[in-house]
């Protein structure tokens, strides 16, 4: 990009340049810096220019970034300074550049070592200016210029630059807004192919047994999700059934959520029984997660010849069987969860379902639902299932997201919820 004759030309002390020379100065510095989008390109070019009226040894643009409540100064450009000292975040009023960000005033220290506020990073310098960056009324960041002289930087100097930092503010927020856009596009288009990775790991039909209504549904809470479910047909007609949720929400919880159900088909293929496969899949993900990182899950095997489901838990949420007289029970072997531990010993259970015969699998987004201190809880999930108990399994499982909603409107579900139900059916000849 072309700039004046003043980036070749040695620049003249700052004194030596008149008031209207320095305005003429920054009015074209400026256009050439409001031409560019790229944030890095932009405050390159600011930093480079501001030399061609104002001297100085190193020089740095800060930006205020902030992340939830939590509210850092970082170094974005740099000139002069060694790498490493660059690494380091300030926080507000550290420094001469975070007292600068924090209270909105401008700074000219004549002598840095009669300062305590001062923080080196040349140990050359002696003498610093620093004045705030400000768009809209709201301080984004910075300028700071280090000079090795004693008492470089003048009244002169301080105007000029804070007239140049409110001219250049225009185009670094301009430059921020565009990274934020792009950075928003990247991330959407991120998420929606995440969003179709995590549909294909779940069940893209409900499963065929013989005697039996199965449905399934979960409904992340944001863009993808740490809850799962899944039907795993064997060729002697059996079923497995497993559901999960990853400690965690989003991005992070997902990518666990994919591990496990690697884990868990990658144990089902050898045959295993189900307490070893659960011991087995415990002990993988203890290896690849991080402390304190777990999984909750149930997985099962229903036999529909003989209408036994096995089943073992890992800290999950008890399954509900629901009697055709309407009495129900909590299914559960009492083992913990998976991850969490190096090695776990894990036990399995059994039942036998009768026509009529409902088996609830759920996450905690079901019963936790809620709003006001009131959840949405086990009587209310059994009441909806034996309320729907003589429609198909979807339907059942659709009236429960339904009303689960419907409790905790208007607040959002507030985490994700995964519902599967295993319907046993009467006998043709009974129907």
Known sequence: MSMTSADSAAPAPAEALSFETKFRLLLEITRAISASLDLEETLSLIIDSIKSFIPYDTAAIYVLETNGRDRRIRATVYRGYDEASMERLLRLGE????????????????????????????????????????????????????????????????????LFASTAAISIEKALLHQERLEKRRLESELAIARQVQRSLLPNKDPDAEGFDIAGLTVPNEAVGGDYYDFIPFPNRQLGIAIADVSGKGIPAALIMATFRACLRAQVRNDFSIRVILRKVNYLLWESL??????????????????????????????????ADGSYEELSCGNTVLGLFEDRKYTECYCTMQPGDIVALYTDGVTEAGGNGEEFGIARLVET??????????????????????????APLGDDLTIVIIKALAPPEAA
């Open 385 to 410: 299932i034996q309320r729907h108990r003589n429609a198909p399994a979807q339907a059942i499982v659709r009236a429960i997201y339904d009303e689960t909603r419907a409790f905790a409107s208007p």
């Open 95 to 162: 420094g001469f550049v975070g007292w600068v960000v924090q209270s909105g005033g401008a700074i000219v220290i004549p002598d840095v070592r009669n300062d305590q506020r001062y923080i080196s990073s040349d140990p050359l310098t002696m003498s610093e200016i620093v004045v705030p960056i400000i768009a809209n009324n709201r301080i984004i960041g910075a300028l700071n210029l280090e000079s090795r002289s004693l008492d470089a930087y003048k009244a002169a100097d301080l105007e000029a630059l804070t």
């Open 290 to 323: 991080d402390s304190p990182q777990y999984v909750t899950a149930i997985y099962g095997v229903l036999d529909p010849a003989s209408r036994r489901l096995s089943y073992g838990d890992a800290g999950h949420n008890p399954a509900l069987l629901i009697r």
